[in-house]
């Protein structure tokens, strides 16, 4: 069974830095896997945060953290981070992890999911 699990959030000021962490257990990865970082406010449809190619590293960024957010992940490929800085409080929202196992060509189709962990950003 694939579990997605997150960890990380917290609240902070404008300004300050948060990482947030994504183990995944259960997975069987191949060559063509997507790791993405999303975030949703109440009330606000999921928007797609940061994506990463996991057997080759390419990172992918939505235009509003580009420059602040960092995804990466560990050499074992089982756990993805989302490094935030100059973190502002339009980036409050619960964040979730998700994986896919056809490429970052979109931001949907994920198939699997975490249960989210919360960041707050205050002014």
């Known amino acids: 069974q694939v579990q997605l699990v997150e960890s990380g959030g917290g609240s902070v000021q404008s300004g300050g830095s948060l990482r947030l962490s994504c183990v995944v257990s259960?997975?069987?990865?191949?060559?063509?896997?997507?790791m993405g970082w999303f975030r949703q406010t109440p009330g606000k449809e999921r928007e797609g945060v940061a994506t990463?190619?996991?057997?080759?590293?390419?990172?992918y960024y939505a235009d509003s953290v580009k420059g602040r957010f960092t995804i990466s992940q560990n050499n074992h490929r089982n756990t993805v981070y989302l490094q935030m800085n100059n973190l502002r409080p339009e980036d409050t929202a619960m964040y979730y992890c998700?994986?896919?196992?056809?490429?970052?060509?979109?931001?949907?189709?994920?198939?699997?999911w975490g249960q989210g962990t919360e960041v707050t950003v205050s002014s």
């Open positions: 259960g997975y069987t990865y191949r060559r063509n896997e997507c």
């Open positions: 990463i190619r996991t057997a080759y590293g390419n990172t």
């Open positions: 998700a994986a896919r196992a056809s490429g970052c060509a979109s931001w949907s189709n994920f198939e699997y």
